[in-house]
C-alpha cells in the first residue's frame, strides 16, 4: 500500500515571495504549448509573434473560464450569496469545461484579429493543450486534492491512503488523470497528425479522447462533496459535463471525413 508523499505546496520562497507548484505546473504547461506551437508553425507559415499571442490568448481564456467555469458550475450558490468570491482566485476553484470554453472563445478572438478560419486554430490547440493537462492533474496530485474512491481490493498495487482525507486505500485519481488525458491523449493526437487530416478532424479526436478519459476516471475519482452523484446514482458532475464532448466529437469527425475539407492547418500547412 502506498502514502500519499506530502509534499510543500510552496516550491520556492524568495523572502515574501512564494512561488507554488500548482502555479509553476500552469507555468510548464503555457511553454511546453508555446514550444509545440512554435514548432507547428512552421509548417503553416506563422510567425512567432502569432504564436505568442496564440498562446497569451489561450492562457487568457484557461485562467478567466477555468475561474468562472468554477463558480457558476460548482459553487454557483456560493456565488449568489457572496459575489466577490469569484475574484478570490487564492482561495482555489479552476474547472477544466470552464478553462475549455475560455480557450474557444480566445481562438475566436484570435481568429477574428489575424483573419484565420477558427477551426483552423482549434485544430493546432488540439495537439499542444493535453501537455498542459498533464501537469495540471500532476498540480492537483501536489496539491493533495481531486483523490480517487477507496479501492475494493486492499491489495491493489496502486492504493494509496491519503492521511489528510482518512486511512483507506484510495485510487490516485489525479495520476490517473494525468496518464490519460495528458500523456495517452497528447501521444494520439501527435501520431494522428503526422500525416494530413480533414480539417476538423484534430478537434474532434480531442473531444472523444478527453471525453472518454475523464469520464472513465471520474468512476474512480471521488465526487465532490459539495456535488456528489448529479443523475441516476451514479453520474458525477464532471461526466455529466462531459458526455455531450463525446457525443459532439464523434460527430464532429463524421462530417470531418464526410465534406473531405482541406488538411487541418497543423497538419500539411494548406
Known amino acids: 500500500m502506498l502514502t500519499y508523499p506530502h509534499i510543500d505546496p510552496i516550491a520556492l520562497s524568495l523572502g515574501p515571495l512564494k512561488i507554488h507548484w500548482y502555479g ?26 502569432q504564436v505568442a499571442d496564440l498562446v497569451f490568448y489561450g492562457a487568457m481564456g484557461v485562467i478567466l473560464g477555468g475561474r468562472l467555469g468554477y463558480v457558476f458550475f460548482y459553487g454557483f450558490d456560493r456565488f449568489l450569496n457572496d459575489p466577490l468570491w469569484l475574484f478570490r482566485v487564492w482561495e482555489g476553484g479552476m474547472s477544466f469545461h470552464g478553462g475549455f470554453l475560455g480557450v474557444l472563445v480566445a481562438a475566436l478572438l484570435f481568429a477574428r484579429r489575424y483573419q484565420t478560419p477558427w477551426l483552423q486554430i482549434t485544430d493546432l490547440l488540439a495537439v499542444i493543450v493535453p501537455p498542459g493537462l498533464f ?76 471525453g472518454l478519459a475523464r469520464f472513465t476516471v471520474e468512476f474512480f475519482r471521488e465526487p465532490d462533496a459539495d456535488q ?24 464532429l469527425l463524421i462530417v470531418a471525413y464526410r465534406r473531405h475539407q482541406a488538411p487541418a492547418a497543423t497538419q500539411g500547412g494548406r
Open 228 to 251: 456528489g452523484f448529479v443523475a441516476f446514482d451514479w453520474m458525477t458532475k464532471g461526466q455529466m459535463l462531459t458526455a455531450p464532448m463525446i457525443i459532439f466529437g464523434v460527430i
Open 135 to 210: 501537469f495540471g492533474r500532476i498540480g492537483n496530485f501536489i496539491g493533495g486534492e481531486l483523490w480517487g474512491r477507496p479501492v475494493s481490493d486492499p491489495d491493489f498495487a496502486l492504493g494509496m491512503v491519503f492521511p489528510h482525507v482518512d486511512l483507506l486505500a484510495r485510487h490516485p485519481s489525479q495520476l490517473y488523470e494525468a496518464v490519460l488525458e495528458g500523456l495517452v491523449l497528447f501521444i494520439v493526437l501527435f501520431v494522428y497528425t503526422l500525416k494530413d487530416r480533414p480539417r476538423m478532424a484534430p478537434s474532434a479526436i480531442f473531444l472523444i479522447g478527453y
Open 24 to 49: 509553476l505546473m500552469y507555468l510548464f504547461g503555457f511553454a511546453t504549448a508555446y514550444g509545440l506551437a512554435l514548432w507547428r508553425a512552421k509548417r503553416i507559415g506563422w510567425t512567432q509573434d
